[in-house]
């Protein structure tokens, strides 16, 4: 396995291995940005699609001046979810 596909598994089991808010949509945009902190690796961000309901990526940067990676979840690779506000009877 290469460095890569490594961290690759270690920033996917990271974010699958706690329960996630859904992030609250944005008015002009389908998706949102949840930038997990101080998870794994300092710049690491999980792209939220509202219309599909569901994680459809994970991004990280190994360092500042790093490209940004990509790690895809499946519909079946999800986290657990915690119950919104509203769900959880939270006014």
Partial sequence: MSETDLT???????FLAKPRRVPTRP?????????????VLPYYYAI??????RYTELQYR?????P?????LSA???PEFWPSAHESGIT
């Fill in 76 to 78: 079946l690779m999800q």
């Fill in 48 to 53: 939220y699609d509202h219309d599909l309901e």
């Fill in 27 to 39: 008015d002009a945009s389908r998706t949102s940005i949840l930038v997990v902190r101080k998870e």
């Fill in 62 to 66: 190994l360092s500042l001046n790093e």
């Fill in 8 to 14: 690759d598994k270690a920033v996917r089991e990271s």
């Fill in 68 to 72: 940004l990676r990509s790690v895809v």
